[in-house]
């Protein structure tokens, strides 16, 4: 099977199970597909230094880390960082891209498969 360009766009707040599950898939899927991650909007608030364990939510750490080692790219749109006062976003220790909405719009224009979540 030939490898995708796979995107999934993270835009719900990472404050329930959505942002969780969707980096869980996006590792799957990592394994046999070329997976870029987006964060927009409220997704953002996921890759800043909170505590999701208060809130009861798995924290998806492991994913972020796992995700990078298969290949998969994590990126953040600049704007939406900026729109809510986010100037310092947690370190993972992988490499967290962030681009522009024109830079992002290409990458989900060059996918074969985009998954919203």
Same mark, same amino acid.
């Given at each position: 099977m030939a490898k995708k360009k796979v995107v &999934?766009?993270?835009k719900a707040n990472p404050f329930g199970w959505k942002t969780f599950e969707a980096l869980r898939q996006a590792v799957g899927m990592a394994m046999d597909h070329q997976? &870029?991650?987006? *964060?927009?909007?409220?997704g953002v608030f996921a890759?800043?230094?909170?505590?999701?364990?208060?809130?009861?939510?798995?924290? *998806?750490?492991?994913?972020?880390?796992?995700l990078s080692m298969l290949g998969g790219k994590i990126i953040v749109e600049k704007e939406c960082l900026g729109d809510r006062g986010i100037t310092k976003l947690k370190d993972f220790?992988?490499?967290i891209l962030?681009?522009?909405?024109?830079?992002?719009?290409?990458?989900?224009?060059?996918a074969e498969v985009v998954i919203t979540w």
């Open positions: &999934s766009i993270i997976v &870029s991650v987006i *964060f927009v909007r409220d890759l800043t230094n909170w505590n999701p364990q208060m809130l009861g939510v798995p924290s *998806f750490d492991k994913s972020i880390e796992a220790g992988v490499e962030i681009k522009d909405k024109e830079e992002i719009c290409q990458i989900i224009s060059q």
